[in-house]
């Protein structure tokens, strides 16, 4: 029964809104997914191979577009979407301009996107943006969250955003690391001038031409120095930001608590807080302070945000909320996109 069951929703997802054939192997009429093709870019072989029943070498092949399934066969809703319809499925990379430390001075930028097979351009699509600690490069970031497989399941767009490459000088030397300081830019302390605040705005709007992205269901997430900036983002981006998502980050270390004790605007801005207490890089209380300020605007514990404070953990992404964070900030869309 569960088998015929799963053979169903095959049938039934199976079809051009859904394919993607872009491995060279594709049309050869065997399932090559995981032996010469990446997964999910020989889909046409691999749905009719797994339609006509799995073998042992296309179990795990199967077994992922059962799990896809149940996303997959929803039916198409409106939304408030972009209405982009040219990007590929999978992990790729690309490369956008922004602003550098000066106004006047624009750099490439590098980033990495995950879309999930079940991504379908008639549907408006949540975009999760996951912003790595400090030194961290974002090809490290999708098994170290292990968020690919959340999007799997939650049929969201990933996107990991690589910071700026800089010289800390002798003690340190060149690193990736975010512009989370007021002095990291000029003119200092304007934070919609910030050049990864530029970055992520252009980013938005780049994917946005790509795919149909649901304007209001765009998420900031981050780990350490990240979840810094995933805050910033939040309370500065207010039209095109839904929420963030801060695994062991800050916001006092650079003054922008105070800063977000500013915030008047109507909505409230959804977050979810992570974070250990036995963490010896981003102290505990750092996200105590963030609570804190949130209260101090009004925000309210369970309904506006969460706060998963963990005994005896560490610096690290905690991917077992990863659903559950998820799930809180896209049931707090903002009630309009940007245009």
């Known amino acids: 029964m569960i088998m015929r069951t799963f053979f169903l929703a095959l049938s039934l997802i199976a079809g051009p809104a859904y394919a993607d054939d872009s491995c060279s192997l594709a049309g050869d009429a065997a399932c090559d997914e995981l032996a010469g093709c990446a997964l999910g870019s020989d889909t046409s072989d691999c749905q009719a191979a797994c339609a006509a029943g799995s073998s042992d070498a296309t179990f795990g092949v199967c077994a992922h577009y059962s799990a896809m399934a149940a996303v997959m066969s929803e039916p198409a809703t409106p939304g408030s979407g972009t209405r982009g319809e040219g990007g590929?499925?999978?992990?790729?990379?690309?490369?956008?301009?922004?602003?550098?430390?000066?106004?006047?001075?624009?750099?490439?930028?590098?980033?990495?996107?995950?879309?999930?097979?079940s991504y379908d351009p008639r549907r408006p699509t949540p975009l999760v943006m996951v912003l790595g600690g400090f030194t961290v490069d974002m090809y490290g970031l999708p098994a170290y969250t292990e968020l690919l497989r959340t999007a799997d399941l939650g049929g969201f767009i990933v996107v990991f955003p690589q910071q700026h490459y800089y010289n800390f000088g002798p003690s340190i030397g060149w690193v990736f690391a975010w512009n989370i300081y007021p002095t990291d830019w000029v003119p200092n302390g304007d934070w919609l001038q910030n050049p990864d605040v530029d970055f992520i705005r252009n980013l938005i709007d780049e994917l946005g031409a790509l795919y149909n992205l649901d304007r209001t269901r765009v998420i900031a997430s981050g780990h350490s120095r990240g979840a810094g900036m995933s805050i910033i983002l939040a309370f500065v981006l207010t039209d095109r930001v839904a929420g963030f998502l801060s695994e062991a980050g800050f916001a006092d270390a650079n003054g922008f608590d105070d800063d977000m004790l500013d915030y008047t605007g109507e909505r409230r801005i959804p977050g979810v807080l992570v974070h250990g207490t036995a963490d010896p890089d981003v102290p505990f209380s750092s996200s105590e302070r963030v609570v804190e300020v949130l209260e101090q605007i009004g925000e309210v514990e369970g309904e506006d945000f969460l706060f998963f404070d963990l005994d005896h953990v560490a610096h690290e992404w905690q991917p077992q909320y990863n659903q559950d964070a998820l799930d809180f900030l896209f049931d707090r869309p903002l009630p309009g996109g940007a245009p």
């Open 88 to 117: 590929p499925r999978g992990l790729w990379s690309g490369t956008i301009n922004a602003r550098g430390k000066y106004a006047t001075e624009q750099i490439v930028r590098h980033y990495e996107v995950y879309v999930p097979i």
